[in-house]
């Protein structure tokens, strides 16, 4: 028994055709029906669609065509059909998304092999500066970052604030990625435009450990700082995640560094009220009598936040 999808196709197949032989449809109304047979893998309608004028390249207001439609649904049959019938692979939508950015951020690892033999551009990019590798990191697209790397994707492209591939993949804690990228000649040490590192992002974001041990085991720098003076264990501390400060403190990191207005990791911890990044940092050797540059030490930060719990474990 057919699925209602298959009656609908063959209906709709066997009414196009009569109608495109007797006049000529409207061409916004083709353009658009090809869209959407793209977007459900429709490849009968897709050829009915084309044979009768239907414009391959043809998008919707957001600059949307019926190639990107079938990449992003995966529907491959129908990607290289209308390929074959000229699609333009580099078209970009208003935004700068292509047909490969479309499939890096969904994991069309077989689409991708496709467009980029059809001459898809590996370094096209978003209005915010992504490519494909870049999207693929952030959305921990393991597969496809390893094989836009073996397309020759340059591990160390920046988007438009100089994030590279690993730092994206860093701040999310994709480990899979981070692997990858490092493996490929992906810089640990460099910085974006705001001199933040991969460890500095992965230590910010606080949500993968092994992030941060992989980093530092390949060579990043425990205490290497960012532009106002705040070492990842303090970016760690004002994040307030107690996993990832004690991660960095077992990887040798100065408890109590101070940044340029004089805060360190424990200041921090305080003023992100975690008890538990406190308490981790106390046990550590930091030093309570440290002041900022207003003056005021992790006890006086305290009680400004009010907070009873950690006033008491300060005073002890």
């Not at 109304?29 to 977007?39: D, F, G, K, V």
């Not at 560094?257 to 975690?274: F, I, K, T, Y």
Request: proline letters at 2%.
């Amino acid at each position: 028994m057919k699925s209602l999808m298959s009656i609908r196709s063959s209906l709709l197949f066997t009414l196009l055709t009569i109608s495109f032989s007797c006049f000529a449809a409207d061409e916004a109304e083709l353009n658009r029906e090809l869209r959407n047979a793209a977007s459900i893998d429709d490849d009968e309608t897709l050829v009915v669609l084309l044979d009768a004028g239907a414009d391959v390249d043809a998008a919707n207001q957001f600059g949307k065509t019926a190639l990107m439609n079938a990449v992003e649904n995966g529907n491959i049959l129908t990607t290289s059909i209308l390929l074959s019938r000229g699609a333009d692979v580099n078209k970009e939508t208003i935004v700068g998304l292509t047909a490969l950015t479309f499939a890096a951020e969904n994991g069309q690892v077989e689409l991708t092999a496709l467009l980029l033999e059809r001459g898809a551009n590996l370094e096209t990019r978003t209005r915010s500066g992504l490519n494909a590798l870049l999207l693929a990191a952030q959305y921990n697209q393991v597969e496809m970052v390893d094989q836009l790397l073996f397309k020759g994707a340059d591990p160390n492209a920046t988007d438009k604030d100089g994030r590279t591939a690993l730092m994206i993949a860093a701040y999310r804690g994709h480990i899979g990625p981070v692997e990858l990228l490092i493996h490929s000649g992906a810089s640990i040490r460099r910085v974006d435009s705001k001199g933040k590192t991969a460890l500095i992002h992965a230590a910010d974001s606080g949500n993968n450990p092994d992030v941060v041990d992989m980093l530092i085991t390949q060579g990043a720098q425990i205490n290497e700082p960012s532009p106002d003076g705040a070492t990842p264990l303090i970016w760690a501390a004002h994040s307030g995640n107690p996993e990832m400060v004690r991660t960095l403190l077992k990887h040798d990191a100065d408890v109590n560094r101070q940044d340029d207005n004089g805060a360190s990791a424990l200041m921090e911890a305080v003023q992100a009220n975690s008890e538990d990044s406190v308490s981790i940092l106390l046990e550590a050797g930091a030093d309570k009598t440290l002041k900022n540059s207003d003056g005021k030490t992790a006890l006086d930060l305290a009680i400004k936040e009010d907070n009873k719990e950690i006033q008491s474990l300060l005073s002890q």
